[in-house]
């Protein structure tokens, strides 16, 4: 890419930082200048799931990742209250520590979900809503889990193994591509490498012991965001939230635009990442 005068325009500097909120340490990446724009990962992701996504981002927005506390490189304060409405205030913490009026929000999968709640809570701070794949109401996925995964008998079992075995990797990140032959290598290895610090398991049962009850909060919470400009992105093979609950949530907002990828499954900025960034820059750059 040129600059002006033809000249090369110099590299993209993504920053890796840190900063301490409400007495936990959280890392998150920074690039770009222009209108603020925060990417909300999902529930086993990381900031690392934005690698693609931030270079071409930040080319027009100030971009903050983050590894969402007890996620990632982040630390995970034990006794942490991790239901969808805490993770939506401590979203909401960040862009204060910032000093951020208003904000465009990108959040994927349970960040999706965080995301509308942190909107619902102070909409006069959002400006743009993306959504990709974001939980919500009208799908089923996961409810039977959440109360299985959740229950104290069940719970210190599924801890005590599930760092040992393959079946996050053989199943579960490999059934949220839409075609497994897109998985770019190492990505696999990365997403799996916070997964064995201390806490990191204990925060996915801690989300999903309030599964269900959040997601009644969160269709209560949808008139208060109805008015906010908001693109959806889905993949037509999600096996994570069902694709047919896309038009239910649309019907929600007054100004949504729907993008159904086809042939994509949960994770589109991983697996089309071209296609995915060029409709949120359109998105960003319409509005």
Known sequence: MLADG???SPPLQ???LTITLDG???RYQRAGSGPALL???GLLGYSFSWRYTIPALARQA???ALDLPGTGFSD???GMNCSMRCCAERLLHFIDAFGISACDLLGTSHGGAVAILAASIAPERIRRLILVDPVNPWSAHGTVLSVLLSNPMIAPIFLKFIPKLRILEDFYFRRMWGDPRRIRPGTLEAYMKPLIRPGAFEYGISVLRSWN???GELKSALPRVSHIPTLLIWGSLDAAVDPKSAAKLKCYFHDCRLLMMEGIGHLPYEEAPEEFNRAVI???SSQ
């Open 24 to 26: 936990a340490r959280l």
């Open 6 to 8: 033809g000249r090369p």
């Open 213 to 215: 009850r959040d997601l």
């Open 39 to 41: 990417l909300v990962h």
């Open 76 to 78: 995970a304060p034990p």
């Open 282 to 284: 359109q998105f960003l």
């Open 14 to 16: 993504i920053e890796e």
């Open 62 to 64: 100030s971009v903050y």
